[in-house]
C-alpha cells in the first residue's frame, strides 16, 4: 500500500499548522518535505504528521527551534521523549528557557498586580474626584522591574 502524498496545505491542516509553519520549519531543518515536485512544490507524506505535529507542540510550549532540533531524535511515536537520547547540554538549555519563562511570568503577574491597585484607585478614587473637579490622583506604584532585566 502506498503512502498518501500532500502538499503543502493539505499537510498543514493535518498538522494543525500553518504553510507558513512548515516552510520555517523546513527553513531550521526541522521538517524536511518527503519531495519537491519538479514544480517546486512541497510534498509531504501522511508517516510525517506526528513529527510535525511533535516539532508544533514543542515551540508552541516555549522551547526555541534551536532546541528543538536537538530534541528531534528523541521523541517518541506517543508525544514523549527518551531521556536518554537527549545530549545534557540540552537539558541544561530547555532547563534556562523554562527559568526564563518563569521570570517573565513573574514580572507580568507584578505588572498585572500593579495595574489592578490602579485600576482600583481609577474606580473608587478617580471619577468621584473628576465629578468633583480633581485633576490629580496619586497611587503608590510598585516596582516590578524592567522588561530587559527579565533576558
Avoid at 33 to 39: F, L
Avoid at 75 to 92: A, W
Amino acid at each position: 500500500m502506498e503512502e498518501r502524498s500532500m502538499q503543502i496545505g493539505d499537510f498543514a491542516a493535518a498538522t494543525g499548522t500553518t504553510t507558513r509553519m512548515l516552510r520555517h520549519y523546513e527553513s531550521q531543518g526541522l521538517l524536511e518535505p518527503a519531495r519537491r515536485d519538479a514544480n517546486g512544490y512541497r510534498d509531504y507524506d501522511e508517516s510525517q504528521i506526528a513529527q510535525a505535529r511533535q516539532i508544533r507542540d514543542l515551540i508552541r510550549s516555549g522551547i526555541p527551534s534551536r532546541l528543538v532540533k536537538d530534541l528531534l531524535g528523541a521523541l517518541t511515536d506517543s508525544d514523549g521523549i527518551y531521556p536518554e537520547h537527549v545530549d545534557p547540554g540540552t537539558v541544561d538549555a530547555v532547563e534556562n528557557e523554562w527559568q526564563r519563562m518563569c521570570r517573565c511570568v513573574n514580572c507580568m503577574a507584578q505588572r498585572r498586580d500593579a495595574l489592578r491597585a490602579y485600576l482600583d484607585q481609577l474606580g473608587s478614587s478617580v471619577r468621584p474626584a473628576l465629578a468633583a473637579g480633581s485633576r490629580a490622583v496619586r497611587a503608590p506604584v510598585a516596582d516590578v522591574g524592567d522588561v530587559d532585566e527579565i533576558r
